[in-house]
């Protein structure tokens, strides 16, 4: 049965679009994962210990994949049982050309982050807990749900005292807070020569109200995605309440190879705004001193 509210809205909209998400991700994923998630994933996940990772939002399974070639085992979980559908067939399919090695598995649960229920149970299943997690990743979910204490509450029960919890978020300042991009034009008054300006028009940042994403394929019979917006103190005031700490932080963007001269208002072109916000979290020291 569909959960009522917003929330219940959120999460439906990813049932009804798992397959052409996982058709438009495909194998590789797309330029935003190739070129700006996953070389941050790989910067912040250097030096973590290899050996059991947990993957939140896997989508069609793209970040557990490469967490299980990074030498990872693997618990993948999704809040949408279509989703995990077809990240299931789609690694079986890997391990069956041999792109995965059947020493490093990859196991999928029904996982939804902001159910408090779902994570006792996840966390009281001693067989998929064991000591904890040395990497926690989640790749491009946060903006898609709509309570972050759950997920937060957990993590420290969850984590190995030296693990980490990665997150990829769309950027804050220039995506979720429906920030109005501008393309002026005019000439130089000393070459000539037409001069194109891009600049970001920003009217709200700390109340933004839940929007719908832009459609990423041509299912309109369903409606899009709805992304939740958080001010960088929203975004990481549970995590820190929490207990944890953070020790990174990038934000990352295309380069001028990869604008689109044709499509001038492409948010690729606009190169001096960040398009993803990425962040490592990990455990506060044991003994803290909760009064500080």
């Known amino acids: 049965m569909e959960q009522p509210g917003l929330e219940g809205q959120a999460l439906a909209a990813w049932e009804n679009h798992a397959g052409s ?5 495909g194998d590789d994923g797309n330029d935003y ?31 557990a994949r490469w967490l299980a070639q990074e030498g990872f ?20 399919i890997w391990y069956d050309e041999g792109r995965l090695s059947k020493e490093r598995e990859i196991r999928f649960e029904l996982l939804d982050v902001t ?37 937060a509450a957990s993590l420290a029960s969850l984590l190995k005292q030296d693990g980490c919890f990665i997150a990829t978020v769309l950027h804050p300042l ?33 109340n933004v109200a839940p929007a719908r994403q832009l459609l990423f394929s041509s299912d309109s019979e369903h409606k899009p995605p709805i992304s939740f917006h958080r001010s960088f103190q929203e975004l ?7 207990g944890l ?18 499509r001038e208002y492409a948010a690729r072109n606009f190169t001096e705004f960040p398009k993803i916000l990425a962040f490592r979290l990990r455990r506060g020291p044991e003994d803290r001193n909760e009064s500080c």
Do not use: C
């Open 21 to 25: 998400w996982d058709a438009s991700m």
């Open 115 to 151: 159910n408090k229920d779902h994570w006792a149970h996840f966390i009281n299943s001693g067989h998929l807990l064991e000591d904890g997690f040395d990497a926690i990743v989640m790749n491009m979910g946060i903006m898609d749900v709509h309570d972050l204490e759950p997920l």
């Open 245 to 262: 700490i953070l020790d990174a932080l990038e934000e990352v963007n295309f380069d001028d190879t990869f604008r689109e001269p044709s």
């Open 73 to 92: 085992s693997v618990v993948a979980t999704d809040g949408a049982t279509a989703m995990l559908e077809h990240a299931k067939a789609r690694t079986a």
């Open 174 to 206: 220039f995506f979720t807070s429906g920030a109005r991009r501008q393309i002026t034009v005019h000439e130089d008054p000393v070459t000539g020569q037409r001069i194109i300006d891009q600049s970001i028009l920003l009217s709200q940042y700390q």
């Open 236 to 242: 990481f005031a549970p995590f820190l309440r929490a």
């Open 33 to 63: 994962f190739s070129v700006l998630e996953l070389p941050v994933l790989k910067r912040m996940i250097t030096g973590q210990k290899r050996d059991r990772a947990l993957d939140l939002a896997t989508g069609n399974g793209l970040v």
